[in-house]
C-alpha cells in the first residue's frame, strides 16, 4: 500500500535533522563547561601533617611559615610568646592565598584588601567569616598539624 503523501516533508525532515545536530553539538561542547563550573569534586584530606621541630626551632618569633595540608595551603604561626598557631592559608572570601605580615600582626588577603588578626579573626575587608583553624599537637620530634570540620570558627 502506497500513501498519496508523505507524513513528512522533505524540508521538515532536514530541519529536524539539523536541529537534532546543533543540539547534540551544544550538548557535546556545554556538558563539560557546565560540569567545570558547577561540580565540585570533594579530595579527602590527610588525617594529619607533620612538621620536623629543628623547622620550627629555626623560626624566630613573630613570624610564619607555609606548607601544605593535602591540596589545602596552610599557615603555622609562631607568635611572639612562642605560641603555635595553625590556619588554612585560604581566604574566606574567595580563596585567595593569606600574607603574614609581623609588623603588623595581621593577615593580609591582596586579591580584595582583606585582614584577618593573629587568632585568625576577619577584621577589615570582605571575608565573610575567620579562617579555618588547624589544630597544633605538638611531640617531643614532630609537631602535628590536623585539620577537623569542628574546629572551624563559628
Request: charged share 25%; glycine share 10%.
Amino acid at each position: 500500500m502506497r500513501l498519496k503523501e508523505s507524513l513528512l516533508s522533505r524540508r521538515d525532515f532536514f530541519t529536524g535533522l539539523l536541529g537534532g545536530g546543533l543540539a547534540a553539538l551544544a550538548g557535546f561542547i556545554g556538558y563539560p563547561v557546565v560540569r567545570f563550573l558547577f561540580h565540585r569534586k570533594k579530595i579527602p584530606l590527610p588525617k594529619g601533617v607533620t612538621i620536623a621541630m629543628t623547622d620550627i626551632e629555626k623560626m624566630a618569633p613573630n613570624s610564619a611559615a607555609y606548607f601544605t595540608y593535602g591540596n589545602l595551603p596552610g599557615v603555622l604561626l609562631k607568635t611572639e610568646t612562642g605560641e603555635l598557631r595553625a590556619f588554612s592559608a585560604k581566604c574566606t572570601h574567595l580563596d585567595c592565598n593569606v600574607q603574614y605580615r609581623p609588623e603588623e600582626k595581621k593577615f593580609f588577603c591582596a586579591c580584595h584588601d582583606g585582614y584577618f588578626d593573629d587568632q585568625g579573626l576577619n577584621i577589615a575587608g570582605p571575608p565573610p567569616r575567620p579562617m579555618d583553624v588547624f589544630s597544633v599537637e605538638p611531640g617531643e620530634e614532630n609537631l602535628v598539624v590536623r585539620y577537623q570540620e569542628e574546629s572551624k570558627h563559628t
